[in-house]
């Protein structure tokens, strides 16, 4: 009995020992944010303009490459406290892929810029479009720093610049009918979060 638990505590004391020895390749994350949103509406006859501010989070999975590059894809839920579209769940749900690269000062601190881009879709209200959904795609630039507080945990804070194009949606006005609606958006969104490698 002695000799299979003395093997089981030697085996997880070399785990455990490898597990200090450096992070895996691979690695999982979540990140919580706060996003400035300006919208820019265009319809028959006008535009509009005005600003809503969102928040959200986005769970990660990633890979280390070589030359301090990584790639990660991101499942992303977003709220907005003013939607652009009338009667929305203001919900946004998007998938999407950034490329990372570090510039590491020291084994613990590693200042980021990154790119990405993603695709979504936010459900409407059948009342006010003739359309179930709209979908968006987006493109992003950022900068951040990344905290490496144990070989397997990362702590970061960033913010990215992205701009957004909306699907056009057919929307009703008692007033006027039927009308096409063309939504485009700048954000700036700022964000901490963390990653565990494994």
Partial sequence: MKKPAAFILAALGTLSVNSWAGPS???????VFGSDNDFHLDYPGGSDNYNSDGSGFKLKLGVLLQNDLRLQGYLLSEKFDDSPFLG?????????LDLIKEF???????PFIQGGVGFGGMDLDSYYYSDDSVGEVNL???LGLMVRVTPVLELL?????QWRQWGDVTEYDPGYGYYTLETEDDSRRFYIGANFHF
């Avoid at 390749?25 to 990140?31: K, P, R, S």
């Avoid at 590491?104 to 590693?110: G, K, T, V, Y």
């Avoid at 804070?157 to 610049?161: I, K, S, V």
Wanted: charged residues 25%.
């Fill in 88 to 96: 929305s769940n203001e919900r946004l749900g998007e998938i999407g």
């Fill in 157 to 161: 804070g960033g913010l990215d610049f």
């Fill in 104 to 110: 590491i000062i020291s084994p613990s601190l590693s």
């Fill in 140 to 142: 992003k630039v950022g």
């Fill in 25 to 31: 390749d691979l690695y999982v994350g979540v990140d």
